[in-house]
């Protein structure tokens, strides 16, 4: 009765737009077939080697708390890990997106990270393997260095973030 595989993610949002342009136009996701369960949402495909893991993203009721708003931040889960190509693209999106990241080299691995937040302060982690890359190892500084536990989510920089990605491809 072995565990075969994570199926998906369920992330709240009080800007569906915003966190779906996150998704797709800055981290080149695509949207997924998502049933009508009637209130909004999307479902955003991850590729993996073994098919496809769904983001799911939902808006309105489902993702108010009792109080009408929806809780930033991943909870007790400090992160979501997610397999990536392209390190010098993404470090150049989050720029020009205007968005803060982290960086980390894992000690005695070829596995580089970035960190960056979504629009509802859900911390990723995309991983990279330099054999990959086809680059020189990065010089990580300290300012920009992962700290485990350190929030960097700034909400602020996520404001205009949709029209900021409309010019993404």
Same mark, same amino acid.
């Given at each position: ?88 693209? *993404?470090? $150049? !999106?989050? &720029?020009?997106? @205007? %968005?803060?990241? +982290? ?48 929030? *960097?989510? $700034? !909400?602020? &920089?996520?404001? @205009? %973030?949709?029209? +900021? ?5």
């Amino acid at each position: 009765m072995p565990i075969t595989g994570l199926l998906h993610v369920a992330i709240k949002t009080e800007d569906l737009d915003t966190t779906v342009a996150f998704y797709t136009r800055l981290l080149g996701l695509r949207l997924a077939p998502r049933p009508d369960f009637g209130y909004p949402g999307a479902w955003i495909a991850v590729p993996t080697p073994v098919g496809e893991a769904v983001i799911h993203i939902y808006a309105g009721g489902p993702a108010l708390g009792r109080d009408g708003t929806v809780t930033p931040g991943t909870g007790a889960i400090d992160h979501v890990s997610i397999t990536a190509v392209g390190w010098n693209d *993404f470090r $150049d !999106r989050f &720029a020009r997106a @205007g %968005l803060p990241w +982290r960086e980390f080299l894992i000690p005695g691995t070829t596995y580089w990270q970035l960190f960056v937040y979504d629009p509802s302060g859900v911390q990723l982690e995309l991983t990279f393997d330099a054999h990959a890359e086809g680059i020189a190892t990065p010089v990580v500084t300290d300012a920009m260095r992962y700290r485990a536990g350190d929030s *960097f989510f $700034d !909400r602020a &920089a996520y404001t @205009g %973030l949709a029209a +900021r990605l409309a010019a993404f491809a």
